[in-house]
């Protein structure tokens, strides 16, 4: 272990030799900022607290989720995230308060170590450990929230309900697609030239007629569901975050900006409605 860090740290020394001091690297949706020199930590943290503190105006939906930034992760610096701040640390994770909790420190370890057992015996020699953290940690958690000692049926229970919501909320999208679908094929509109919603081919039309070779049947409710998320979960973080750094490529780099501005313009002329699919195939 003290050569793991060890190798850690000259690692981390040699890159800021090379880099400098300040180096931002993208880590998920967001870019993290290390600052190896102290001076520089405390002209930051200290002396412009307020400015490094303040967080970016979030997306819609994280307002939502985030009740309009009424919370610890996403409240702008100011009199309502200092208090939700000074409430969590000051009540709950200040180290008089954690120490109350060691009888649930020992009932979590207790069931760590139970579904660690429960793995390495009945599974094929590989054990997920991050899943049998993630469930302790989150027992625990929840312990320290609601004052609730979370079995593990009580949590698949309150996991299937959420799933409930969640089928609540995407059936009637697909029912209603479905319909409009069987509507259209009887009515057989030749309008080719109006191109809406309603006559281009959507996720759900393809999977709704599908066959599972295995099972010789259809997908069920609970799978289309499944499938709509992981096609709506998967595709906005992958698409957006490919479509951020290609903006932000295009700033940086000038010259490229200027390539691909040439060759629209060289496909577009004088045109200026937006670029068509067609368009695209034009450009190399």
């Known amino acids: 272990m003290e050569t793991w860090f060890g190798n850690l740290s000259q690692s981390s020394e040699t890159f800021h030799a090379k880099h400098g001091p300040i180096v931002s690297l993208p880590l998920g949706n967001s870019p993290a900022i290390f600052v190896a020199s102290a001076s520089l930590a405390h002209e930051a943290l200290v002396q412009n607290a307020a400015v490094f503190a303040h967080r970016p105006v979030p997306p819609v939906t994280n307002k939502i989720i985030g009740s309009n930034q009424h919370n610890v992760s996403s409240a702008g610096y100011g009199p309502t995230w200092c208090l939700l701040r000074r409430n969590l640390t000051a009540k709950i994770l200040n180290p008089l308060r954690l ?75 697909i029912r209603a697609r479905e319909r409009l679908k069987k509507e259209l094929q009887i009515k057989q509109q030749e309008d080719s030239d109006k191109e809406d919603s309603s006559r281009i081919t959507v996720y759900v039309d393809t999977f709704l007629d599908l066959q599972l070779p295995d099972e010789k049947r259809k997908l069920n409710d609970s799978e289309l569901v499944s499938l709509s998320s ?33 060759e629209i313009s060289g496909v577009m002329g004088t045109r200026e409605d937006e670029v068509k699919q067609e368009d695209l195939q034009k450009m190399p």
């Open 230 to 262: 992981e096609f709506l979960n998967a595709g906005t973080h992958t698409t957006y975050t490919s479509l951020q750094w290609i903006m932000a490529n295009l700033v940086k780099y000038r010259h490229i900006q200027a390539n691909v501005f040439e």
């Open 99 to 173: 120490k109350a909790y060691s009888r649930a420190h020992k009932w979590v370890l207790e069931i760590l170590f139970s579904r660690l057992r429960r793995s390495s015996e009945t599974g094929d020699g590989v054990v997920r450990v991050v899943d049998d953290f993630h469930f302790a940690m989150y027992c625990l958690l929840v312990l320290m929230c609601f004052g609730d000692q979370l079995e593990e049926e009580k949590r698949w229970e309150k996991f299937l309900q959420l799933r409930k919501h969640q089928e609540d909320v995407l059936i009637p999208l």
